[in-house]
């Protein structure tokens, strides 16, 4: 019996499940969670010992990989001065002001502990400002568990088979319209139908919660036509792809000005960081100068801010988004290659520090391409990779990520590992 079989049932008869967040309980791939106890670079150790190469990243804050040195350093001195004061800081300030450096487009911003309170808080502003209730997000889509976004939800629910989960009443989902990813038609057609009545498109513009699925060309500047033709704020939701697919976030890469955007993972350095930001004319109807409300005992804690600011400084290094982008498509091309020599339907997508794994015929453009793909072949995968020492997010439908830790000789091995897997998979 492994000590976190041992840790997995001790943990089961306190905590509900035995994980604090469902998608790390290995229901979508079965088996039992492994526990870890330490991370170091592009490596997570477990209570028994055994070393991975890590692609999940605490998923997705760790884009400097574990245990960075600059960052625990900065966490140690903040801590020092004391964990918390329930007052204004200056690190806030100072941290606010290397986002809005990066992302021009948050003029303003308000920080919370998650992307859960950071996509509510949009919402709820959205909806305040435009004196309208109905939202469209996106099959798939995940932002956090606000009940209003619980609706066709990816990720967790997902992975879980909730994507509308119980307990969200039926009188909120309706306001909730779902559209598809990567189909400007389908949101043109929701747009027709309420048009006046959206106060806001929320959409992840790389989708990161059905598996890593990149925009089609031209399909958040249609967004963004339709949101300003019907008067409806565009909220993208850059949790996951801030600070990981371009300094600036997606909306750099793209080119798309947002009304409002929100943050997290990154942005924390692997501490509990979430912010929403925009134009001050937006930002200021929050409290305490406007009349929309929002709070959190844990907002802007300083020792976060300063995990939060000791990691976007080292973004700025020269070549960095070069080197990361370089890692996660020599992955993805190393695995490409070495399924296509088994003679298996294998598919990729890779946007700057993240990437995604299909057992699909690709390219994998829409949601039923995800869930057209081949899941217990993915299983299987996982588990072969699990055993040769290489941890990939223990779900079909949740994007991966490689981090500034990660070596050539970390993707080659990994690719090696993978070669064995495919080979046992393609069978005699
Ligand atoms: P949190 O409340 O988990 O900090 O953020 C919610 C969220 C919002 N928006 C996007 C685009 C997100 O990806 C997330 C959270 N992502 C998941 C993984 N895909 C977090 C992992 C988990 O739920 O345990």
């Not at 140690?76 to 800081?89: K, M, N, V």
């Not at 004196?131 to 992975?159: N, Q």
């Not at 501490?271 to 709070?295: E, H, I, K, S, T």
Request: proline share 6%.
């Amino acid at each position: 019996m492994t000590a976190s079989h041992r840790a997995f049932m001790r943990a089961r008869s306190v905590i509900a499940g035995g994980v604090n967040s469902p998608v790390r309980a290995f229901k979508g791939v079965g088996g039992e969670p492994i526990f870890m106890q330490r991370g170091e670079g592009a490596y997570l150790f477990d209570v028994d010992g055994r070393r991975y190469i890590d692609y999940v990243g605490a998923w997705g804050p760790l884009v400097l990989g574990h245990a960075d040195p600059d960052v625990t350093r900065a966490v140690a001195d903040a801590a020092a001065r004391g964990l918390a004061f329930g007052t204004p800081t200056e690190a806030e300030t100072e941290l606010a002001l290397e986002v809005r450096a990066l992302m021009p487009g948050l003029e303003k911003l308000r920080f919370v502990s998650s992307g859960t309170e950071a996509t509510m808080t949009a919402l709820r502003l959205a909806r305040a400002v435009t004196g309208r209730d109905k939202v469209i997000k996106f099959e798939g889509g995940y932002h956090g568990h606000p009940d209003s976004l619980l609706v066709k939800a990816g990720s967790g629910a997902l992975t879980l088979g909730v994507p509308t989960s119980p307990g969200v009443p039926a009188a909120l989902a309706a306001h909730t319209l779902v559209a598809r990813f990567n189909d400007p038609d389908s949101v043109g057609a929701l747009f027709d139908r309420h048009g006046h009545e959206i106060a806001a498109v929320i959409v992840e513009p790389v989708a990161g919660n059905m598996n890593c699925v990149p925009p089609v060309a031209g399909f958040h500047e249609h967004l963004r036509a339709l949101c300003d033709q019907y008067g409806a704020l565009l909220i993208f939701d850059e949790v996951m792809t801030g600070f990981r697919v371009a300094p600036g976030g997606a909306q750099a890469l793209l080119g798309i000005r947002p009304d409002l955007t929100t943050l997290g993972k990154i942005i924390g350095g692997g501490l509990p960081v979430g912010a929403v930001g925009g134009p001050a004319a937006l930002m200021d109807q929050l409290l305490p100068d406007g009349p929309v409300f929002q709070a959190g005992t844990n907002s802007g804690n300083p020792v976060a801010m300063a995990a939060g600011l000791a990691t976007l400084k080292k973004l700025k290094a020269p070549g960095f988004y070069e080197t990361l982008s370089q890692r996660a498509t020599d992955l993805t091309t190393g695995l490409s290659q070495a399924a296509a020599r088994h003679g298996l339907a294998y598919a990729t997508n890779a946007v700057g520090g993240m990437f995604g794994l299909f057992f699909a015929e690709g390219p994998v453009r829409y949601y039923e391409d995800v869930m057209g793909a081949d899941v217990d072949r993915f299983r299987s995968f996982f588990h072969g990779l699990l055993g040769l020492g290489v941890y990939l997010a223990p779900s079909a439908y949740e994007a991966g990520f490689v981090s500034a830790a990660h070596t050539q000789a970390d993707i080659k091995a990994t690719v090696a590992a993978a070669e064995q897997v495919f080979s046992r998979l393609a069978g005699p």
